[in-house]
């Protein structure tokens, strides 16, 4: 599995912090659920 870019975590971080649901960053990026999930969890 790759790993996500420095970037694709400050958007996918960007996106939640900016009131975006988890569900609409998932569908909107084109993310695992899991990836959005743990990126946000260890933020």
Avoid: W
């Avoid at 084109?30 to 260890?42: A, M, N, P």
């Amino acid at each position: 599995m790759p790993h996500l870019t420095e970037a694709e975590c400050n958007q996918i971080i960007g996106l939640f912090k900016g009131g975006i649901t988890r569900n609409h960053i998932i569908e909107t990026l084109d993310f695992s659920k899991t990836t959005v999930y743990r990126t946000i969890q260890t933020f």
